[in-house]
């Protein structure tokens, strides 16, 4: 059974750092492009950041470009999001995703709170 489970969420004050980590199991991880989304209160789910799966391309949502880095560890089976110089806007639940053809799985999200 696929799994993908989040961790490193938490509180932060504005301008803080977190990092996030998804680790999986259950699927070929090396094969999947891997993304991080994001839901906050009200609002639909975005796009944050993803990974192809050997790494070479990356992208990033326009809001986080400059303080967010994705990255993944073939060998681990994890995926991890470096977020600093946080913002208010930046709380939500943020979701890992695995995607490879038709085939497209998720977490169960870990909450990320930026506040003073």
């Known amino acids: 059974q696929q799994q993908l489970v989040e961790s490193g969420g938490g509180l932060v004050q504005p301008g803080g750092s977190l990092r996030l980590s998804c680790a999986t199991s259950?699927?070929?991880?090396?094969?999947?492009?891997m993304s991080w989304y994001r839901q906050a209160p009200g609002k639909e789910r975005e796009l944050v950041a993803s990974?192809?799966?050997?790494?070479?391309?990356?992208r990033y949502a326009d809001s986080v470009k400059g303080r967010f880095i994705i990255s993944r560890d073939n060998a681990k089976s994890t995926v991890y999001l470096q977020m600093s110089m946080l913002k208010p806007e930046d709380s939500a639940v943020y979701y890992c995703?695995?995607?490879?053809?038709?085939?497209?799985?998720w977490g169960q999200g870990t909450q990320v709170t930026v506040s003073s």
């Open positions: 990974v192809s799966n050997d790494g070479g391309a990356i």
């Open positions: 259950g699927f070929s991880f090396s094969r999947y492009a």
């Open positions: 995703n695995g995607r490879w053809f038709s085939l497209n799985y």
